[in-house]
């Protein structure tokens, strides 16, 4: 079995054709992201690099509580943001600058000012946001940046720059949380060369390791594990997956490690 998972680019309007090393957009498209396909044995976690030469709409996604009361199954989705890339002010919207009501969310999503309701926070590489369900988001122009979610595709968006999509105000304002973002709790910085807990659950788990991670490291990835090498390439199994890639190992032991290589552990909580 191959460990390394295939990867899908997404062509998106507000995506680029010049992307950071070491991706490289085919010529005459506009690559926005690039997934990694989740494997059998890890089917709850979605991976993917996303690049923005243009604001993406304001949006916001269900927990797992609000979808399963819809009849929709446990579809929620909670993200996380790793800047791996960011132009001189680069910016992420993340919640409001004061609390707002839902009745006042959806007038100003309506008339575009929405946009400058929302906190947006500049960022730069090193820069990591955990995303919890409910948190009205969008991503600004000039970010690139690894992305770590509950593998699901519900989206609501609220506003979209005028763009011609269709918006979900109404599912979209049933599950906004129209308040500020606790930059404390949710925001780190992580230096590209340094150890990290990033994630600890409850719905999965989220480490930077520098070359093989601790015991008290691998004990949190007893089983499968998803390894997303940022620098130096990574043996699992015998194959090697290099930066831009990302692999299921179905254990630690599998896994060589450089010595000064800098990769992300991850996987999903039991549910």
Known sequence: MTAALAIRGVEKP???????????????????????EPPAALPDLLVKYIFTSEKLSV???????????????R???????????????AKLGIGFDAPISQEAMRAAS????????????????????YIPANTVHAIGAGVSLIEVQQNSDITYRLYDYGRP?????????????????D???????VP????????DGPLFLLDQVVGAPSPEIAARYPDAVLVIPREESVKIGGELVAPGGCALATSLASVEFADNGVYLLARACAA
Do not use: N
């Open 192 to 199: 590209v060369r340094e150890t990290q807990s990033l994630v």
């Open 75 to 89: 579809q929620g989705k909670e993200e996380c943001w790793l800047i791996v890339a960011a132009e001189p002010g």
């Open 183 to 189: 930059l404390a709790r949710w925001h780190k910085r």
């Open 165 to 181: 999509r269709e918006l979900h105000l109404d599912e979209g304002m049933a599950v906004s949380k129209g308040e500020t973002y």
């Open 14 to 36: 507000w995506g680029r054709d010049v992307l950071p090393a070491p991706f490289v957009a085919p010529e005459g498209e506009r690559i926005g992201e690039v997934w990694f």
């Open 59 to 73: 949006q916001v996604h269900p927990s797992d509580a609000q979808t399963i009361a819809k009849g929709l199954g």
């Open 110 to 129: 309506l008339d575009g000012s929405i946009e400058g309701l929302m906190t947006w926070h500049e960022v730069q590489p090193g820069d990591f946001f």
